[in-house]
């Protein structure tokens, strides 16, 4: 949310969706999930990174085109 506020504000095209894998944050533009998935929401238990909303899923990630690895 506040990397597409930026952009917007300053003209930039910075990448604005967080991947967060058990080891990095990976940052691009588009996600492709090859599996199962659930989304969550919770708003009175966000994550320590603050988001309240989610998507869970153990299958196959795709960012920009580049499977990330686990």
């Known amino acids: ?3 597409i506020r930026s952009n917007k504000k300053n003209g930039k095209n910075d990448p604005p969706i ?3 894998t058990y080891k990095k944050n990976v940052y691009g533009y588009e996600v492709v999930i090859k599996d199962e998935s659930t989304v969550v929401y919770r708003p009175d238990k966000p994550l320590s990174c603050g988001a309240r909303v989610w998507i869970v ?3 196959d990630v795709w960012l920009d085109g580049k499977k990330l690895e686990e």
Do not use: P, R, S
Request: aromatic share 0%.
């Open 1 to 3: 949310m506040h990397v």
């Open 18 to 20: 967080t991947v967060k």
């Open 57 to 59: 899923t153990h299958g």
